[in-house]
């Protein structure tokens, strides 16, 4: 550890020992030991110059980038026999093919309503054939005629339906059958297949297991800390763009004697991220002061008579003091310094070792 005197201080190499969260705010802990004369370690100084910075402390944990639960299920609506599956890993969309029961399709359509009955005209009105107006003006089956999206099942209604069937090779019909059409309130994506191909099975079986395209990012950080609204940064470990999100649940657990907190994350915005279940590094911004002055930890010198200063240099080739005052301390090795003397453009020597 290399010492250097000047008068009434002494730069030390200092090692931040640890960082308290208190009622008054942080509190750091830095130690140094005490001169012992001469080193011959080799220690050089650069020179930085103050401007203004974020300073902040992080909790970094494993993590996986899954998906959202979807609120449905992919069941049958009657028996037969298991003639398509789609492959685990595929996205469907509004109008693709969930699965073929006896070589038909049950196709994919948009909405929040269960399927529940067969529609034709006459029905009483509902949400439900609202919800498949509204999907077959959205796929272009209304012939150029916006149907109304009134929950009356009309003529209009009926020509978009044959029209519906028979682009998806069903026998026309002016009237939706129950089973051809299940409701998801957005793609699914295909994480699993509960039966085989050619298996036979009954009415209301499960035959995949699917959940909504809408990625979400979960991990067990091995203390406490994190809150709901903190910001974090992804890392894949495949390789890619960072990417960026926000805490939006946290919920602790203890076992053993030790506590974990399970989270989850939201991506901002609409990243591009490999399909899949992948694993990545989360780093959670647990505090953050935002446009502060600061310097590394070992550019602070440290005062015989208490406190700390930054070592300032000369228009002579030489250097002063400048006593400052230490604030919040961050992940990244930064100290937050203040004082009189303390501002904007001040040029500061940085002990390095090399």
Not at 59 to 84: D, E, H, L, M
Not at 86 to 112: K, R, W
Not at 191 to 202: H, I, W
Request: proline content about 7%.
């Amino acid at each position: 550890m290399a010492t250097r005197s000047h008068g009434r201080a002494t730069w030390v190499g200092l090692t931040l020992l640890g960082v308290t969260v208190a009622a008054s705010g942080w509190l750091v802990t830095l130690s140094h030991p005490a001169s012992s004369g001469p080193s011959n370690d080799p220690v050089q100084q650069k020179v930085m110059t103050l401007k203004p910075t974020t300073v902040s402390t992080s909790a970094s944990f494993s993590a996986t980038i899954g998906y959202q639960p979807a609120p449905v299920k992919v069941v049958t609506a009657s028996t037969g026999v298991v003639t398509s599956l789609p492959a685990v890993g595929s996205v469907i969309g509004q109008g693709q093919t969930l699965f073929e029961l006896d070589g038909e399709p049950t196709i994919l359509l948009y909405g929040s309503v269960p399927e529940w009955r067969t529609l034709a005209v006459g029905v009483p009105p509902g949400a439900d054939i609202q919800e498949l107006q509204r999907n077959l003006n959205q796929m272009g089956y209304d012939d150029g005629d916006p149907l109304l999206v009134n929950g009356t099942y009309t003529a209009g209604t009926a020509s978009a339906v044959r029209r519906f069937l028979k682009s998806k090779q069903l026998p026309e019909s002016p009237q939706l059958t129950y089973g051809i059409v299940l409701y998801a309130p957005g793609p699914v994506y295909v994480s699993g297949l509960a039966v085989g191909l050619g298996a036979t099975v009954s009415g209301g079986a499960n035959v995949l297991t699917v959940t909504s395209t809408q990625r979400v990012v979960s991990g067990s950080y091995p203390g406490f800390g994190l809150a709901v609204g903190q910001k974090a940064n992804i890392a894949p470990d495949a390789g890619g763009a960072d990417l960026t999100g926000t805490v939006t649940a946290v919920t602790t657990q203890n076992s053993n004697g030790s506590s974990d907190e399970t989270v989850s994350i939201t991506l901002v915005g609409s990243p591009v991220v490999p399909v899949g279940v992948i694993s990545a590094q989360v780093s959670v911004i647990t505090k953050s002061v935002e446009n502060v002055l600061a310097v590394p930890v070992q550019a602070l010198v440290a005062l015989v008579e208490g406190g700390y200063a930054l070592e300032v240099p000369t228009s002579r080739g030489g250097e002063h003091l400048v006593a400052v005052r230490v604030g919040a301390t961050g992940s990244n090795n930064l100290v937050q310094v203040s004082g009189p003397a303390v501002h904007t453009g001040l040029r500061v020597l940085v002990p390095t070792l090399f």
